[in-house]
């Protein structure tokens, strides 16, 4: 099908370019009229009459979501006329870079595409140390860091789409992976906190922004400075003994302002210490009842824009309380929810959907500019964000009314993802098995910790005892295999939901199996299950693995595939031993399987009393009770 475009679309014409194959179309001489004009209000309206079409755009950003719009229907023969107002002045996602998966830049190009379509306005890089920093060789190390040119050529695609680019650093806290390493010892005052109070940091930090702007047309950037529980109490300690850690916050944000303010840049950090800091135990960031002091307030520069991150509580009137006590400080806050796709292989749409619901009329009310959704990707990032965009294309349609009605929602994620709302709405069901209660919000990652655990050691069995998991993953397999559709481009990120379903109809209870058989003498059961059973998990195991890798390769640079690939060597390694150790038991060769001999106790002690099946952030936590490393002091 092919489209004439007329009016002021020159301006529009390479990003529209882009999105010609997205959506099925080119354009030429011939074809229906679709003609772009500049709007006199703040309303976008798109119509289409007679197989014409019109776009009066208000913000330029407004034309490639209008775009889509308009092709979606007129594909369809449909007559219409659409009007459109932004409820905020800044919405996109924050993707992290940082935890192993950094998108290869053709792949990211694909995803603002998408974004474009939707009617996003920016997207956050979250780059902790993923980024190039030409002073600091280790700074990135056999991380996949882009370069700084990969990094123009992606903020010139997303300003052709009308997508501001925003960089996310770390100027405090979350700074790990680069502070390991024995070349920036000098820079540490914990195993993730910079050592604030001495010139070579700042020295530092200037080197990191600058490297972390230069490639952005944006002049806004987002310093982190979250979670820094540690601050001042390693090496800072030592060296200059106690000093309350707001004092160390404040000044340490007054050195970093500097160099922003001589680089013109707008500033942005995570508001959590601030609001942990000013509660009565100095750790609880949604303390209800936390008052703000006179003393706390107008300490924060009003250069800086806080950001409150919440993606916990399903009812609008805790984000309202929240938010009114950031205003206590100073400033209406921007804010940041989540779509779920963080520790575990499951998108939690279930929690998702409701938290972000609740976040965002709340922002509408409150009078909230800039709002973001974060997609992060804790502990090695074993999912990725493909699979959030449902989310994100709630977040889209918020931007442009004031309520969403969900068959709109669904109709508009079709079109701009190929994939049905369905098909995302499964993926729930990975982490939403028996003993899961309906409507459960609290956090549990099934999938993750049943896939993990050793059958032998079996450290969640005690959280799955007497349910039939096997039939559920067994039916939720069967459901993804015939919602699948090998035109559809983004199917292939169904393929692991899948396999790992075939694993988990398996492996789920086996170690509940392989220890009742044990207790009970059943030597024929230990046989079965040593001989075939588990063999057959062997087999799904690495099936599984090597669509977990195609699909990894294909969306993420190579670093930090390592690690998922030693991940599963250790589980078929486990699986291999258990077949031995069961088999020299019932060859006489051990009289005894001490693993097996051991009581099962629930990991998190006070499951019982959760509406989930338990949870855990850590992969080396889920595989094995013993010590994966000896864990030095902090600093």
Request: hydrophobic content about 40%.
């Amino acid at each position: 099908m092919q489209l004439c475009l007329k009016g002021n679309y020159q301006p529009f014409l390479p990003g529209l370019k882009e999105l010609a194959d997205e959506v099925g179309i080119s354009y030429g001489e011939e074809g229906a009229v679709l003609t772009i004009e500049k709007s006199d209000s703040d309303e976008t309206i798109i119509s289409c009459r007679d197989g014409e079409g019109v776009i009066y755009y208000a913000e330029n950003y407004h034309v490639f979501r209008a775009f889509g719009i308009f092709v979606e229907k007129w594909m369809t023969g449909q007559q219409f006329e659409k009007r459109e107002k932004p409820q905020f002045q800044t919405i996109g996602p924050m993707f992290d870079f940082s935890r192993n998966a950094v998108m290869r830049v053709d792949q990211l190009k694909g995803v603002l595409r998408k974004l474009a379509l939707m009617g996003f306005n920016a997207a956050m890089m979250y780059m902790e140390d993923t980024y190039e920093v030409e002073e600091q060789p280790y700074f990135g190390y056999m991380r996949g860091r882009y370069s700084a040119s990969e990094l123009r050529e992606l903020d010139d695609y997303a300003y052709n789409l009308g997508i501001e680019l925003i960089p996310c650093i770390q100027t405090l806290a979350h700074l790990e992976e680069f502070l390991k390493w024995d070349a920036a010892a000098h820079l540490k005052d914990t195993r993730g906190v910079l050592l604030t109070e001495q010139e070579k940091t700042y020295d530092f930090l200037r080197q990191m922004i600058t490297a972390a702007q230069q490639p952005f047309r944006s002049n806004r950037i987002h310093i982190g400075m979250d979670e820094a529980e540690e601050l001042g109490r390693g090496i800072f300690l030592n060296r200059f003994g106690y000093k309350d850690r707001l004092d160390i916050m404040l000044d340490h944000l007054e050195r970093v302002i500097e160099i922003t303010e001589d680089l013109h840049l707008d500033v942005m950090l995570w508001s959590d210490m601030f609001i942990k800091l000013a509660s009565e135990s100095g750790e609880d960031h949604y303390n209800m009842e936390t008052e703000i002091s006179e003393e706390m307030q107008g300490k924060i520069p009003d250069s800086v824009t806080l950001m409150y991150w919440d993606y916990f509580h399903t009812n609008k009137a805790d984000y309202k309380n929240m938010i009114d006590k950031h205003k206590q400080l100073g400033q209406t806050p921007a804010f940041a929810g989540g779509i779920w796709v963080w520790n575990t292989f499951a998108t939690k749409y279930d929690l998702s959907l409701q938290t972000s619901e609740a976040a965002l009329q709340a922002s509408k009310e409150e009078g909230i500019k800039d709002v973001f959704v974060t997609l992060w990707g804790d502990d090695g990032y074993e999912n990725n964000c493909l699979t959030a965009l449902l989310g994100l294309q709630l977040y889209a349609e918020h931007q442009y009314q004031q309520t969403v009605p969900l068959a709109e929602l669904y109709q508009r994620t079709k079109f701009c993802t190929g994939l049905d709302a369905d098909q995302f709405l499964l993926l729930s069901e990975l982490d939403h098995i028996p003993g899961v209660a309906e409507g459960n919000m609290d956090q549990t990652n099934p999938s993750k910790f049943l896939l993990w655990q050793d059958v032998l050691l079996g450290v969640f069995d005690k959280h799955i005892e007497g349910l039939d998991i096997a039939a559920h993953y067994q039916a939720l397999e069967r459901k993804i295999k015939l919602s699948r559709n090998s035109d559809s481009e983004l199917d292939f990120i169904l393929d692991v939901p899948e396999k790992l379903c075939a694993v988990l109809t398996k492996k789920a209870s086996l170690g509940i199996d392989l220890k009742q058989a044990y207790d009970n003498q059943q030597d024929d059961t230990l046989k079965e299950l040593a001989n075939q059973y588990i063999p057959d998990v062997i087999e799904k195991v690495q099936e599984l693995h090597e669509a977990h890798k195609k699909q990894w390769l294909r969306i993420n640079k190579p670093f930090g595939w390592e690690v998922i690939d030693i991940r599963y060597g250790g589980l078929l390694a486990r699986l291999q031993t258990a077949i031995e150790r069961i088999n020299q038991y019932l060859d006489g060769e051990l009289a005894a399987i001490e693993e097996l001999e051991q009581e099962r106790l629930p990991y998190n002690h006070r499951v019982a009393k959760s509406t989930g099946l338990g949870w855990s952030s850590y992969y080396y936590r889920i595989a094995s009770p013993n010590a994966f490393f000896h864990v030095l002091p902090i600093y």
